[in-house]
């Protein structure tokens, strides 16, 4: 037994990239019921499909991904309100905590790592393969919001999710698509002001993030059968 706490739509559709025909994802947190994570076999800790695109984590993963700043996994605190499609008190109460997870050595490592994985992927891709051009774009969008959310995140300690300007990302990934060398400058930019005193802690606090768990538990805790 599960139970949904908070989901949303996520990716292209929050971000404002989403074009006619685009996928629309999913991700959210759910619970198990409380007994099962003591028996012998541990209960899934994500449900992932494709059809729909859907990523589902439970409660402890998802926070232990969101403490080290997963950028996939954070975004589901900061969507527009009308991005939500399942909110129960106790996601609204995560919402409450999203300040919680945040720590500038985090931040840098996860955002700007993921950004660098993106930037490895078009230097390393088969250009002379026509279907590799659209996801090189979509690579190279990635990387600059990523690179750019980081940079927000670190000296305003806010994540923007739906972008001001998706056409102006949209254009320079493509022209980073065609020339990958043109995103050392914005990577190297985001490093300078990521070095830069910023809003975030140097270290999350875990501790409102454990008791929200702990309440997680108790409240999937079901009555056991008498002997």
């Not at 991904?65 to 900061?78: D, R, S």
């Not at 774009?137 to 305003?156: D, F, I, N, P, S």
């Not at 060398?181 to 975030?200: K, W």
Request: some cysteine; glycine content about 8%.
């Amino acid at each position: 037994m599960v139970r949904v706490l908070l989901s949303g739509v996520v990716g292209s559709t929050a971000y404002g990239l989403a074009r006619p025909g685009s996928d629309v994802d999913r991700l959210g947190v759910f619970a198990v019921a409380t007994q099962e994570l003591h028996g012998l076999r541990r209960p899934a800790e994500s449900v992932v499909t494709t059809a729909p695109d859907q990523t589902f984590h439970e409660a402890a993963k998802w926070c232990r991904l969101a403490l080290v700043c997963n950028p996939t996994a954070g975004e589901l605190l900061w969507l527009p309100e009308d991005l939500y499609e399942e909110r129960t008190p106790l996601g609204s109460e995560l919402i409450g905590l999203r300040r919680s997870f945040l720590s500038a050595g985090a931040v840098r490592s996860a955002y700007l790592g993921y950004a660098g994985q993106q930037l490895r992927k078009l230097r390393t891709r088969d250009a002379t393969l026509p279907e590799t051009r659209a996801r090189a774009a979509k690579h190279a969008r990635h990387l600059v919001r990523l690179v750019e959310q980081a940079v927000g995140l670190h000296e305003t300690g806010e994540l923007r999710i739906r972008l001001a300007e998706p056409e102006r990302i949209r254009e320079l990934g493509e022209r980073i698509a065609d020339r990958p060398e043109s995103a050392e400058p914005l990577l190297a930019e985001a490093e300078h002001r990521l070095d830069r005193p910023g809003v975030l802690p140097a270290a999350p606090d875990e501790r409102p993030v454990e008791d929200w768990l702990r309440r997680v538990r108790l409240a999937n805790l079901t009555p056991l059968a008498a002997a």
